[in-house]
């Protein structure tokens, strides 16, 4: 069964400064993954996804997550971090022979002034 | 742009008592899930709804909890009687289809039992 491990609950950075948010997964077969995020009571928005196309990945608002295979990681990064991107990110993953989607426990960014 | 529904965004109820969460899809959305997310932790896959029927309710304790899409479009979840460790965030997502597509989220149900 696939799963995804979120390696930082809690990240902090300054505004204006690089994010990176690490996320490594275990599945049995080709992978698709997803970065969402939740604001405060808002409902879950999709980042960017995976699905075996090009290993790096733009989304929206500036995020991108690099597929490594090797690593079996799909970190997301962001150059520089705004305000407005202090929010739970979630990384997911989800098996073409499956029809479900396994989420990691979430990390928390703070973006400091 | 179209958007998922659901409502009440909180509830509180008393422990035995009876509790119902309503979700509304993205028009044409095939597939409709609902989620629990305990606070700390990841939204984790109550059921799966294919049209009106059901693919998927491994994870649902059906002791105490019901789901249905009479018509295949929106969709109630049930819980009867409610107990403590139900308080929770319940989400409610649909997709085009039942693989692996963009589920779109709704804002979520509130729930907390005292």
């Known amino acids: 069964a696939q799963s995804v491990t979120q390696l930082d609950s809690h990240v902090s950075v300054s505004e204006g400064t690089p994010v990176l948010l690490r996320c490594n997964y275990s599945?049995?077969?080709?992978?698709?993954l997803f970065w969402y995020v939740q604001h405060p009571n808002k409902g879950l928005q999709l980042l960017l996804k995976?699905?075996?196309?090009?290993?790096l990945v733009k989304g929206i608002n500036g995020f991108e997550a690099e597929f490594k295979k090797s690593e079996t990681s799909f970190h997301l990064t962001k150059p520089s971090a705004h305000m407005s991107d202090a929010a739970e990110y979630f990384c997911?993953?989800?098996?073409?022979?499956?029809?479900?989607?396994?989420f990691g426990a979430g990390t928390r960014l703070t973006v400091k002034p | 742009e179209a958007e998922v529904a659901q409502s009440p965004r909180y509830k509180i109820t008393e422990k035995s008592q009876a509790v119902a969460f309503w979700c509304d899809p993205i028009?044409?959305?095939?597939?409709l899930y609902w989620y629990r997310q305990i606070l700390g932790q990841g939204p984790e896959l109550l059921v799966q709804?294919?049209?009106?029927?059901?693919?998927?309710d491994s994870q649902l304790p059906k002791d105490r909890f019901s789901a249905e899409r009479l018509k295949g479009v929106d969709s109630t979840l049930k819980i009867q009687p409610a107990e403590l460790g139900d308080s929770a965030m319940y989400l409610c997502?649909?997709?085009?289809?039942?693989?692996?597509?963009?589920?779109?989220f709704g804002p979520g149900t509130r729930l907390t039992v005292t």
């Open positions: 997502a649909s997709s085009l289809g039942d693989r692996v597509y963009e589920q779109y």
């Open positions: 599945s049995s077969y080709s992978p698709s």
């Open positions: 995976y699905t075996s196309a090009a290993t």
């Open positions: 997911v993953v989800s098996e073409i022979s499956t029809r479900d989607m396994r």
């Open positions: 028009s044409g959305h095939a597939t």
């Open positions: 709804f294919q049209d009106e029927s059901v693919v998927d």
